[in-house]
């Protein structure tokens, strides 16, 4: 079950951030062959001067862009 997780500065209201969401879930089942119900997507919004902290402290995470 994939799981992608969006850190982004504040601004965009809910509505964007759910179309966001729907639209990578869709991409992602698609790409991967499998049902949509199976990809889950979060956002979270970090105030930019908490940004570097933040990042700092996902250095565990694998980053591939």
């Known amino acids: 079950m994939p799981h992608v997780d969006i850190t982004m500065f ?3 209201d809910q509505t964007t951030k759910r179309e966001l969401a ?3 879930q869709k991409f ?3 790409e991967l062959g499998i049902a949509e119900a199976h990809v889950s997507v979060s956002i979270e919004d970090v105030p930019q001067e908490e940004w570097e902290a933040h ?3 996902m250095q565990d995470k694998v ?3």
Do not use: I
Request: net charge positive; no cysteine; glycine share 14%.
């Open 28 to 30: 992602l089942a698609q």
């Open 10 to 12: 504040p601004g965009r």
């Open 22 to 24: 729907l639209k990578l």
């Open 55 to 57: 990042m700092q402290g």
């Open 63 to 65: 980053r591939f862009v």
